[in-house]
């Protein structure tokens, strides 16, 4: 038996809380580290929260680096170990 005309209302004030709280913040930096250590030592990890949600990068902090990225695709191929 299908139900029809279910709605569901989303409280955005709530979600972008919860987007922005500390506890996904931590969440998002510890998977920032991870990817930066499985990619090797030479990557910086920036945690923020901007306007409606926490981000953060992981980037290459030299030249060495953003060359093992772009010839071995070092840090992308890092991504599984942020799961």
């Known amino acids: 038996m299908a139900i ?5 209302k989303l409280n955005s004030t709530g979600i972008v809380r ?6 996904v913040a931590r ?3 510890s998977r920032g580290k991870r990817i930066a250590a499985a990619a090797g030592n030479k990557h910086d990890v920036n945690a923020t929260v901007n306007r409606d949600r926490a981000v953060v990068f992981v980037t290459t902090k030299d030249t060495a680096a953003r060359k093992a990225e772009a010839e071995q695709r070092r840090l992308s191929k890092a991504i599984d170990a942020g799961r």
């Open 18 to 23: 919860l987007l922005q709280s500390p506890e």
């Open 27 to 29: 969440e998002l930096e």
């Open 4 to 8: 029809k005309d279910v709605r569901i």
